[in-house]
């Protein structure tokens, strides 16, 4: 046997079998990155966030375990959650005051304990959500946005809101639509909605940092765009149905998210079926 015919051979099959190492690995990572939420963002260069708990839909009602999941599924990068408290004072997700819209049930949040709310579901299977729920479900995979339905000033309350999102490593790109009862609170400790006038009567305070702060708005101009960049603020768009006539409910949609878009905004809070706006 030639010796050097021997020692080619093998070097040829070490060389083929590193690549297909490293082709492997490349898998791996590439499976990794999906599995924790670290997908490409599927919308780029515009960032999305999900309306009303997630994806909406017949059978992922706002605010439902499905609809989360949707979102991150498809690639969203943060999901509005609404917040509010029951009788007993425990936090979970649910728009409305009522539950009367997807239980039939005419009674308000702040009347009843988790216990019975916890009894009521959906033909769809959806039930309503602690708040720690829908956080664990989001940690490592879609950052949120609390939209603070929770009436007056409780301090206790909020301190659990900013040690949930803590626990659940979400705080440090949280942002919240806040009420004007909790502003004060939540200043410099979850970044706030703010119109642009709101934003420069803040630029007086003390303690202002860009960074406590985003511009939260239906319609941004262009110099809107370039005044927050400039201040360092992010901006964001509403594309909301709630916000359009009924009748012609895609048609405006669409025309207000292009012109935002030609404005130079980025970051858009959706409703899901908007979604296509913002496929190529």
């Known amino acids: 046997m030639n010796p050097c015919k021997f020692r080619c051979s093998n070097h040829r099959a070490c060389i083929v079998k590193a690549k297909t190492s490293i082709f492997l690995l490349l898998l791996f990572f590439q499976f990794h990155a999906l599995c924790f939420g670290q997908q490409i963002n599927p919308f780029h260069p515009y960032t999305l966030i999900a309306h009303r708990g997630g994806v909406v839909g017949p059978d992922a009602p706002e605010n439902s375990l499905a609809a989360l999941e949707t979102a991150i599924e498809r690639g969203y990068q943060m999901v509005e959650i609404d917040l509010r408290l029951t009788k007993d004072s425990v936090l979970i997700t649910q728009h409305d005051a009522h539950f009367r819209r997807y239980f039939n049930v005419d009674r308000l949040v702040s009347e009843m304990t988790w216990e019975e709310i916890r009894q009521l579901e959906h033909p769809s299977g959806y039930r309503v959500l602690r708040l720690e729920e829908a956080l664990a479900v989001c940690a490592g995979s879609i950052d949120v946005m609390l939209d603070n339905k929770i009436s007056g000033f409780d301090e206790g309350i909020f301190r659990e809101v900013v040690d949930l999102l803590d626990t659940y490593s979400l705080r440090k790109n949280a942002l919240m639509i806040g009420s004007s009862e909790s502003t004060e609170f939540f200043t410099g400790k979850v970044r706030l909605s703010c119109s642009r006038a709101q934003l420069e009567a803040n630029r007086s305070r003390a303690d202002y940092r860009p960074d406590h702060y985003y511009l939260f708005s239906r319609d941004i101009s262009a110099d809107d765009v370039v005044w927050a960049d400039e201040e360092g603020i992010m ?46």
């Open 235 to 280: 901006a964001v768009a509403a594309i909301n149905a709630f916000l359009y006539p009924e009748a012609s409910l895609m048609v405006t949609a669409l025309e207000k998210t292009t012109g935002m878009k030609q404005n130079g905004v980025r970051i858009f809070q959706i409703d899901g079926i908007f979604e296509e706006f913002f496929r190529e």
